[in-house]
T-cell receptor, first 113, second 116 residues
Framework: GNSVTQMEGPVTLSEEAFLTINCTYT??????LFWYVQYPGEGLQLLLKATKADDKGSNKGFEATYRKETTSFHLEKGSVQVSDSAVYFCALSGGGGSYIPTFGRGTSLIVHP | DAGVIQSPRHEVTEMGQEVTLRCKPISGHNSLFWYRQTMMRGLELLIYFNNNVPIDDSGMPEDRFSAKMPNASFSTLKIQPSEPRDSAVYFCASSPPTGTSSYEQYFGPGTRLTVT
């Protein structure tokens, strides 16, 4: 079956540091890949997505590239802010025609001033 | 659009009581998902509806849990009887038709359930 593995947190950074959160997946077919963000006390929000190999999703300074050869979708940001502190979830859906999404366990990011 | 609406936002109840959580998906979306989130287990998919029909309920913990979707704009998740281990945040999410999207989901704010 499908699975998503992302690095365990928490990831603790100083403001303006470079961020990478690793995500790898196994899936049948050609799924769409997503990063969701969850701020404290809120539901998950779609941060960015990519629907085919070599696509780059981007939003709010965050980027991730769909790498089929390495089955990866790593999240990056060049300069994090305190307001980026949240939990980040990597997910996939649509592989093999399945609409049922598969989420990673989430990675907590803490950014200090 | 108002987004996915869930009610109540917080629920505190005693063990043995019936609990009903409600969800209104985004208009035009035809898939609806119920999730449970806890520190121990993370995010768990409970049940998935497509066009108001339950497609996969393999994540429903046991017979105490039931979910319905009587129409395209309303769904309920019921726990009867509730137990302390049901304490969690329950999320509802909806998705647009697959022909118009890439399977992304839109989550509600969640219902925080505490069973004492």
């Amino acid at each position: 079956g499908n699975s998503v593995t992302q690095m365990e947190g928490p990831v603790t950074l100083s403001e303006e540091a470079f961020l990478t959160i690793n995500c790898t997946y196994t899936a049948t077919g050609y799924p769409s890949l997503f990063w969701y963000v969850q701020y404290p006390g809120e539901g998950l929000q779609l941060l960015l997505k990519a629907t085919k190999a070599d696509d780059k999703g981007s939003n709010k300074g965050f980027e991730a590239t769909y790498r089929k050869e390495t089955t990866s979708f790593h999240l990056e940001k060049g300069s994090v802010q305190v307001s980026d502190s949240a939990v980040y979830f990597c997910a996939l859906s649509g592989g093999g025609g399945s609409y049922i999404p598969t989420f990673g366990r989430g990675t907590s990011l803490i950014v200090h001033p | 659009d108002a987004g996915v609406i869930q009610s109540p936002r917080h629920e505190v109840t005693e063990m043995g009581q019936e609990v009903t959580l409600r969800c209104k998906p985004i208009s035009g979306h035809n898939s609806l998902f119920w999730y449970r989130q806890t520190m121990m287990r993370g995010l768990e998919l409970l049940i998935y509806f497509n066009n108001n029909v339950p497609i996969d309920d393999s994540g429903m913990p046991e017979d105490r849990f039931s979910a319905k979707m009587p129409n395209a704009s309303f769904s309920t998740l019921k726990i009867q009887p509730s137990e302390p281990r049901d304490s969690a945040v329950y999320f509802c999410a909806s998705s647009p038709p697959t022909g118009t999207s890439s399977y992304e989901q839109y989550f509600g704010p969640g219902t925080r359930l505490t069973v004492t």
